[in-house]
Nanobody
Framework: QVQFVESGGGFVQPGGSLRLSCAPS????????VAWYRQAPGNRRETVAY???????NYKDSVQGRFTIGKDNAKNILWLQMNNLQPDDTSTYYC?????????WGQGTRVTVSS
């Protein structure tokens, strides 16, 4: 099955920015809808942003205008540009198919927003 590998997380102060990257183990971005998800300790996993095969994107209300999802089909890379980060964005971020394959979850990348 496809495996997703996330990177780019870190520690940032409120108002800061991070850019997350996701590398699928197979070339799937041009023919599949994919998404970024996040899960904070004690919380359910939630969808942050979605992008379909054609590049149409949609966002969770609380990140609209601050986060941008994008992809490079040729390089087989998915990214999430996160600006004006807030403490509520603290979480572990994952990428997967729009209908997540349970076997494809990676380790995620941790984002901590704190002053």
């Amino acid at each position: 099955q496809v495996q997703f590998v996330e990177s780019g997380g870190g520690f940032v102060q409120p108002g800061g920015s991070l850019r997350l990257s996701c590398a699928p183990s197979e070339r799937i971005l041009s023919r599949n809808s994919v998404a970024w998800y996040r899960q904070a300790p004690g919380n359910r996993r939630e969808t942050v942003a979605y992008i379909n095969e054609a590049g149409f994107a949609n966002y969770k209300d609380s990140v609209q205008g601050r986060f941008t999802i994008g992809k490079d089909n040729a390089k087989n890379i998915l990214w999430l540009q996160m600006n004006n980060l807030q403490p509520d964005d603290t979480s572990t971020y994952y990428c997967n198919f729009w209908n997540p394959d349970p076997a494809s979850w990676g380790q995620g990348t941790r984002v901590t927003v704190s002053s």
